[in-house]
């Protein structure tokens, strides 16, 4: 599991020994751990790293652990707090669980009841998050829809934003063209706290390299040939909200240092300005080529890498989850042609899944768009595809072990309803909830019920052999 991926425990003691025992215990259950000696040091430290779990002292070296407590949880409410007391100190303990800590334990303690309060807490923050997770996943405006899927990788970007959404940190997107990489930046920006504050889109790769500086910074009537009146930029346009710079790779070096004065100074300089203007933007950077690679050539700053890449989040290719690719062409049918009940061949099932998709997500809805627009609005079978994708072979590029078992043992009628199976059991039966995961409507959804005789209710673990048997004809 990646380190973002992890959970994330801070430790706050003046004693280092106490520290260092802490995190051994956090490290030994797989969580990513820091340090701190003081309650000023632990506030200094949240907006670059997010703790998911804080274990602090009662008795810190100027502030409490109870004042750290209260400040905590007006910052990050959904971090879980435990308090950490000598004998004398209980009663203060009990009062901080009033405050909204998790518990309290008393020191000296025990290694195993260290660890069994630190899991019970770890726990708690997935379960809360898994929840949040699943009801943002019904709120999600329209124009976030798209980030459909239940493959692994999938589900852990989505995650991923879920821990994102309410914080300032600098993001960087990465993956391939296609993949959907403005969708998570928008799904960061729009379900968290700053969805009411302006979010700007800037494709680095069109702006003419004469005018970038002007359209991101703005430039003084009189700067230039055509400047008749003066106009704010686009980083001016995002003030107090979001400004995602779509492949920030294409920005050529000279621009490359003024972006990263921008983000160190936090203003910018219109073009023929002498003045400079104050912005406060939450900058997420997106890039379908390696950066590490662009900076170690020199050819990207590797200064700017840093400052930008504070997170990863990393965008899978869609040959890398075949098996979400059922589920995303019936979401683009239920786009394209709501209410048609339009049906896809097991033959041109095959053939997609079979395709390699090296334009990813948008082909594939830029193939399905194509098929219903030309097909009879019944079935989409294998002639309504594209020529590429009727003649390509199977893939030689090897598939996930997850994909290569659904697609060799399960035929492609079972592949759906187990993924049906699948999402009802996480949305515990909820037909709404499961058909906005699945990216269908609920007259789709129904349908799919129905025609694999699933009963509402139904999860993966209760489909009965008589169930699995119909569902195999």
């Known amino acids: 599991m990646s380190d973002e991926l992890k959970t994330r425990l801070l430790v706050v003691d003046d004693e280092q020994s106490i520290r260092r025992l802490c995190m051994t215990i956090g490290n030994s259950l797989g969580f990513a751990c820091v340090e701190s000696e003081s309650a000023e040091a632990a506030l200094g430290r949240l907006d670059a790293d997010i703790p998911d ?4 002292d009662l008795k810190l070296p100027t502030q409490s652990g109870v004042e750290l407590l209260r400040q905590i949880k007006s910052l990050l409410p959904r971090t879980e707090v435990a308090i950490m007391t000598g004998h004398g100190s209980i009663e203060s303990a009990v009062d901080a ?17 260290m660890r069994l309060l630190l899991q019970r807490m770890a726990e708690k923050v997935r379960l809360v998050t898994e929840n949040a997770f699943l009801r943002e996943r019904v709120s999600t405006e329209e124009n976030l829809d798209g980030i459909i899927g239940t493959s692994a990788n999938i589900q852990d970007v989505l995650r991923m934003i879920s821990r994102l959404k309410d914080t300032r940190t600098p993001v960087l997107i990465s993956g391939e063209s296609g993949t959907g990489k403005e969708l998570v930046a928008r799904a960061i ?7 009411q504050t302006p979010f700007v889109a800037v494709d680095c790769g069109s702006l003419v390299p004469t005018l970038m500086e002007s359209e991101l910074f703005g430039y003084e009537k009189g700067a230039f040939t055509g400047a008749i009146k003066t106009k704010a930029g686009l980083f001016q346009a995002a003030n107090g909200g979001t400004i995602f710079l779509d492949e920030i790779g294409e920005l050529p070096q000279e621009m490359q240092a003024k ?10 300089r219109p073009v023929g300005s002498n003045d400079h203007v104050t912005v406060d933007v939450r900058v997420i950077a997106a890039t379908n080529r390696d950066l590490e690679a662009a900076y170690r050539d020199g050819t990207f700053r590797k200064d700017l890498y840093f400052r930008l890449n504070v997170v990863t989040v990393h965008l899978p290719a869609l040959r ?24 896809v061949t097991s033959a041109a099932m095959k053939s997609l899944l079979h395709y390699d998709w090296p334009g990813n997500v948008r082909e594939l809805e830029n193939c399905v768009a194509r098929a219903v627009t030309l097909g009879d609005h019944q079935t989409i079978d294998v002639n309504d595809l594209p020529p590429a994708i009727r003649t390509e072979q199977p893939s030689a590029a090897p598939l996930s072990p997850q994909d290569s078992a659904s697609l060799s043992t399960t035929a492609l009628a079972e592949m759906e309803r187990m993924t049906i199976l699948r999402v009802f059991e996480q949305a515990n039966g909820d037909k709404a909830l499961a058909g906005k995961m699945l990216g269908i409507s609920r007259a789709t959804l129904y349908r799919k019920l129905k025609r694999y005789n699933i009963p509402a209710k139904a999860t993966s673990s209760a489909a009965t052999p008589e169930q699995q048997r119909a569902a195999s004809h």
Do not use: C, W
């Open 259 to 268: 972006l990263l004065r921008v983000l160190q100074e936090k203003e910018v």
């Open 320 to 343: 890398e989850r075949r098996s979400d690719i059922p589920m995303l062409v019936h979401h683009f049918l239920d786009r394209y042609a709501p209410g048609a009940n339009i049906q």
């Open 189 to 195: 920006h729009f379900r968290g706290t700053m969805a």
């Open 53 to 56: 779990l804080v274990l602090t």
């Open 97 to 113: 669980m009033k405050l909204g800590a998790y518990d309290y334990i008393e020191k000296p303690f025990r290694v195993e009841k």
